[in-house]
C-alpha cells in the first residue's frame, strides 16, 4: 500500500458524501415530514399495527385467564416473559451508548445515527418494560413494585436485585427519554418554523419550549447535554449489569457466575447495534438520507459489532472454562448439558450467529456490503434471543433431582406476545420516522465543513 | 404586544463572518449583544463575554439530594421502620442500598438538574412570548442564518443599531418589536392546558369513585371467585346441590350424651351427680352459673333476672322448697333439656359442667339460708385465710 493510500485510510472520513448546505440538511430530513407518507409505508403499518393488536389481545387473554396460557411451569418459571425482557433492554442499550458514550469520546459519526438509535432505545424498552408488567401475573398490582407508603405497612426488599431493576429500567428509560427530547428541542423548533399547517405549528410550537437558539441558551445547553451524556454512561452499563444481577445473585448454577455483569453488557451493545444496523438499512434509502447516513456510518457500525461480538464469544468460553476450574460438579453438569443435552440445538444457534457469523466483518468488503451486513445483523438479532433463552431455559429445566426435570416449550401466547412487541416497536419506528426529525439536525450541521468559525472557515 | 423596537437582528451567511460582526460592534453595543443560531457555535460565548454555565452546580447538587435521600431512605426502612432479616445479612446492609442510590442519584441529576435545571431555571424557558419567536428572520435561524442581535429602547436606536450591522457586514436586518415579559405573547396555549388539567382531575375524580367497583369487575375479583366448596353454599356439583355431603347412616358423633330419661322427675331417679363438690368444681359451676344463668334467675338464684321488663317470663326462684328438695338429677335435666320459656343448654355446655353449676345451685340454695353453724364455719375460713372467697367480691 502506498503512503497515500495509507494516509487515505487513517484520515478522518468526511461525515456526510458530497457538499451539503446547513440548509440542505433540513430540507433532506424534513422532507418526509412534509410529503403524504408513500404506500409502502401505510403497507408496513398496517402489518405492524395489526402485529401489535394481536400482542395486545393475547395480553388481554393472558389477564383473563392467567399467566397458566404460557408455557412457564415447573421446574422453568422464567419462561420466555423474562426472555423477551431481557432482549428487549438488550436492544435498547445501542441508543444511549451512541448518543452518550459516543459524544464523550467526540466521535462526530454519532450525529447522524444518534436521534434514530435513542429512539429505537425508547421504543426497545417499551417493550421490554411490558414484561415485568405482565408477567406479575396480576398487572394491576403492577404498582406494588415501587415503595409507598401503604396501609400494610410494608416496603419492597430493597436487597432485592429485582427491586434494583425496577429502579434501573425505569430511571434508565426516563433519562432515555429525556436525553432524546433535550436533543429534539433546537430540531423541534426548526420544525415549528417550517411547519406551514395551524397544528403542526400549535404542536411543534409548545414542544419546543419557545427556543430561540441564543447563545446564552447554548452554552447552558451544551453544558447540560455533556452533563446528560457524561451521567447516562454509567447509567447504561449500570442497567444490563443490574439485569444480569437478577440471575448472577441467586444461586442457581449457570447463573451465579461473576462474570454476568460485564457480559450482559457487551451482549446488550452487540444486540442493540444489530437492531440498528437492521432499521437503518431501510431507513437511510427509503426515506433517501443516504448522503448524510453514509456507508462509513454504516461500517463503523459493524466494527462494533464485530468487537462486541468477540468480547460475547469470550464470555461464552470462558462461562465453561470457569466452570471447569471451579470444580463444582453441579456446575459443571449444567454447562455440559448446555452444550450437549436437550438444549444443544438452541445453544449452538446462539454461538453461530453471535460468535461465528459476525467474524465475517473482519473482512471490508462484507463491512460495506448493504446486503451482508443486513443478513447478518438480523443473524446477531436471533442469536441474543437465544442467549437470554439458553440462559434462562438450560439453567433451569434440569432441577437438582431428575423428578423435578422439564423441558419448557412456548405456547402460541407465547408467540404471539413476543410477536406483538416487534409490531409496537416497528410501529413506533414508522410513526417516529413521518412525524420527528429522524437526524439531529443542528447536531450535524455543527459537524459539517465550514460550520465552525476556524483559521480559513473550513476546519476539519 | 407593544410596538416598542426591542431587538435589530443582522443575519449573517456563515459562523465566521458572525464572529466578526461580533468583534465589530463588540466596543460599542457590549452587553447588549446577543447571537442567535441554528446550532452551537464554539467559541461564540467568549467573544460574547458570556459567564461559564452553573448548570454543573445545579447537578451537583440534586445528584447529591438523591444519594442523601435515597441512602437515607434505605437505611431509615430497614433500621427502624421495617426491620426484616434478609438472608441473615445486617438490617443496614449498604452494600446492597448501592444500585439503588446510584440509579435515584443520577435520575435526580439528570432530569431535575440537567433538563429542569438548564432548560426551566437557568434558560427560563418554555418562553412562548418571545418577541424574535414571531419575527420573519427566525425561521431563517433555525435553518441556515447566523444572527447578531442588538438590544434596543427607541426608533433611533434602532435605526444605529441598523446601520452598525449593515456596517459589519450583515447583509440583511429586521427590527423587532414587543418585550420579552413571560406570558405576555399569544403563543402561550393558556386554554389547552388549563382545559388539560380540568380534565385530568375530573378523570381522577372518576377513577376515584369507579375503584370502589374495582373488586367487583369479573377480571379483577381478588380470588373472591373460586371453584372450591364452601360450607353451607349451594353447589352445582352435587345433584342435591349442596355443598355439605349427609352424614353416613349410623354416624355418631364424639361429644353425643346418652340420655336414657325423659322427665326431670324420672332424670332425677336415674342420675347422681358425678363430681364431688370441690373448690375447683365449684369455681367452674360459679363461672358457668355467671356466664349462662345469673341474667335469667339472678345473681343470687333468687329469679330477679337483669333483662329489661319487656321481657315477660319469669325465672324461676331457685330457692323455693321444690327445688331444694329435688335431687340432682333433676336440676341436670333442666339445664340440658330446658323448660317452659327456657332453653336447654345441652347442646352448649359440656355435661361436666353442667354437673358442676347444678353444685353450685346447691352452694346458692344453702348459703341464702345459711344456719348459724354454717356462719360460724365460714368465718373460721375466712379468718385462716382472707382471700380465699376470691372471686369478683
Known amino acids: 500500500m502506498s503512503h497515500e493510500a495509507v494516509l487515505a485510510e487513517i484520515r478522518p472520513k468526511p461525515l456526510v458524501v458530497g457538499e451539503v448546505s446547513l440548509g440542505a440538511v433540513d430540507d433532506a430530513v424534513y422532507a418526509p415530514m412534509e410529503s403524504k407518507p408513500p404506500m409502502v409505508w401505510w403497507v408496513a403499518l398496517a402489518f405492524t399495527s395489526a402485529l401489535m393488536l394481536l400482542g395486545f389481545a393475547l395480553i388481554g387473554y393472558t389477564f383473563y385467564e392467567g399467566i397458566g396460557v404460557w408455557g412457564n411451569n415447573d421446574p422453568v418459571f422464567w419462561g420466555w416473559d423474562i426472555t423477551n425482557f431481557v432482549f428487549w433492554v438488550g436492544i435498547g442499550h445501542a441508543g444511549t451508548l451512541i448518543s452518550a458514550v459516543l459524544f464523550l469520546f467526540r466521535q462526530r459519526w454519532r450525529n447522524a445515527i444518534a436521534r434514530l438509535a435513542e429512539a429505537m432505545t425508547i421504543f426497545a424498552v417499551m417493550c421490554a418494560a411490558i414484561y415485568p408488567a405482565i408477567h406479575v401475573g396480576r398487572p394491576w398490582f403492577a404498582f406494588w413494585l415501587f415503595p409507598y407508603p401503604n396501609q400494610r405497612g410494608m416496603w419492597i426488599n430493597f436487597n432485592s436485585p429485582l427491586a434494583w431493576d425496577v429502579f434501573a429500567v425505569s430511571t434508565y428509560f426516563t433519562v432515555s427519554l429525556f436525553f432524546w427530547y433535550v436533543g429534539l428541542i433546537p430540531d423541534l423548533a426548526s420544525a415549528r418554523d417550517r411547519a406551514t399547517g395551524k397544528v403542526q405549528k400549535a404542536v411543534f410550537g409548545a414542544l419546543s419550549l419557545g427556543w430561540r437558539g441564543a447563545a446564552r441558551h447554548w452554552t447552558h445547553y451544551e453544558k447540560a447535554y455533556m452533563i446528560l451524556a457524561g451521567l447516562a454512561t454509567p447509567l447504561v452499563l449500570s442497567v444490563h449489569s443490574i439485569v444480569s444481577f437478577d440471575f448472577a445473585t441467586s444461586v442457581i448454577p449457570g447463573w451465579h457466575t461473576t462474570i454476568f455483569p460485564p457480559y450482559f453488557v457487551a451482549g446488550a451493545v452487540f444486540s442493540g447495534f444489530a437492531m440498528v444496523v437492521t432499521v437503518l438499512v431501510f431507513v437511510r434509502k427509503i426515506m433517501r438520507l443516504d448522503h448524510l447516513i453514509t456507508l462509513d456510518h454504516m461500517e463503523v457500525m459493524n466494527k462494533v459489532i464485530l468487537t462486541t461480538g468477540s468480547i460475547v464469544g469470550y464470555a461464552y468460553g470462558m462461562e465453561f472454562f470457569i466452570a471447569w476450574y471451579g470444580g463444582v460438579p453441579a456446575e459443571h453438569y449444567v454447562f455440559m448439558n448446555r452444550a450437549t443435552g436437550p438444549y444443544a440445538w438452541a445453544y449452538w444457534t446462539m454461538v453461530s450467529c453471535n460468535v461465528i457469523f459476525p467474524q465475517l466483518f473482519w473482512f471490508r468488503k462484507i463491512r460495506r456490503s448493504i446486503v451482508a451486513m443486513f443478513i447478518i445483523s438480523i443473524f446477531v438479532n436471533i442469536g441474543m434471543w437465544f442467549e437470554r433463552f439458553v440462559i434462562i431455559a438450560t439453567s433451569l429445566h434440569r432441577d437438582y433431582l431428575p423428578s423435578a426435570w422439564g423441558y419448557f416449550r412456548p405456547t402460541l401466547v407465547d408467540m404471539g406476545i413476543f410477536a406483538g412487541t416487534f409490531g409496537l416497536f416497528f410501529t413506533m419506528i414508522l410513526l417516529f420516522s413521518r412525524t420527528l426529525p429522524v437526524i439531529a439536525t443542528a447536531e450535524l450541521k455543527a459537524v459539517l465543513p465550514g460550520a465552525q468559525p476556524g483559521h480559513g472557515g473550513h476546519h476539519e | ?91 443496614f446492609s449498604w452494600a446492597s442500598f448501592v444500585p439503588i442510590v446510584f440509579e435515584v442519584t443520577v435520575l435526580l441529576a439528570c432530569i431535575v438538574g440537567a433538563v429542569f435545571g438548564m432548560l426551566v431555571l437557568v434558560n427560563k424557558l418554555p418562553h412562548y412570548s418571545h418577541p424574535i419567536l414571531s419575527s420573519r428572520s427566525m425561521p431563517k435561524i433555525t435553518r441556515d442564518r447566523f444572527a447578531l442581535a442588538v438590544s434596543v429602547d427607541t426608533a433611533e436606536d434602532a435605526a444605529r443599531a441598523e446601520a452598525a450591522l449593515r456596517q459589519a457586514g450583515a447583509p440583511e436586518t429586521e427590527v423587532v418589536h414587543g418585550t420579552d415579559e413571560i406570558g405576555s405573547g399569544p403563543l402561550l396555549p393558556l386554554k389547552p392546558v388549563l382545559a388539560t388539567v380540568i380534565i385530568c382531575v375530573l378523570a381522577g375524580l372518576g377513577t376515584w369513585h369507579l375503584q370502589r367497583l374495582w373488586n367487583k369487575l369479573p377480571l379483577i375479583s381478588i380470588m373472591d371467585e373460586q371453584t372450591k366448596v364452601l360450607p353451607f353454599r349451594a353447589n352445582a356439583f352435587y345433584p342435591d346441590g349442596q355443598s355439605m355431603r349427609p352424614l353416613v347412616p349410623g354416624t355418631v358423633s364424639r361429644s353425643a350424651e346418652y340420655a336414657a330419661w325423659t322427665t326431670p322427675e324420672e332424670a332425677g331417679q336415674m342420675l347422681v351427680n358425678p363430681l364431688s363438690a370441690d373448690s375447683l368444681t365449684l369455681a367452674k359451676g360459679r363461672r358457668g352459673y355467671e356466664t349462662h344463668c345469673l341474667v335469667c334467675h339472678g345473681q343470687l338464684g333468687d329469679g330477679t333476672k337483669l333483662l329489661s321488663d319487656k321481657y315477660t317470663g319469669a325465672p324461676a326462684n331457685l330457692h323455693q322448697a321444690r327445688l331444694k328438695e329435688a335431687p340432682d338429677g333433676h336440676l341436670f335435666a333442666v339445664v340440658t333439656a330446658g323448660k317452659n320459656t327456657m332453653a336447654g343448654y345441652g347442646k352448649d355446655i359440656p355435661a361436666a359442667d353442667r354437673w358442676a353449676i347444678v353444685h353450685y345451685v346447691r352452694v346458692l340454695q344453702r348459703a341464702l339460708d345459711a344456719s348459724d353453724a354454717d356462719v360460724q364455719a365460714a368465718q373460721a375460713v375466712a379468718a385462716a385465710a382472707p382471700v380465699a372467697q376470691g372471686g369478683s367480691h
Open chain 2, 1 to 91: 404586544m407593544s410596538d416598542r423596537p426591542f431587538l435589530v437582528l443582522g443575519l449573517f451567511q456563515d459562523a465566521d463572518k458572525l464572529v466578526h460582526g461580533i468583534r465589530a460592534l463588540k466596543s460599542t453595543y457590549g452587553d447588549k449583544l446577543e447571537a442567535y443560531t441554528p446550532y452551537p457555535i464554539h467559541g461564540i460565548e467568549k467573544e460574547l463575554g458570556i459567564p461559564k454555565s452553573h448548570v454543573g452546580k445545579i447537578v451537583l447538587a440534586l445528584g447529591l439530594s438523591g444519594l442523601t435521600l435515597a441512602l437515607g431512605f434505605q437505611s431509615w426502612v430497614f433500621t427502624t421502620d421495617y426491620q426484616i432479616q434478609f438472608g441473615g445479612k445486617p438490617y
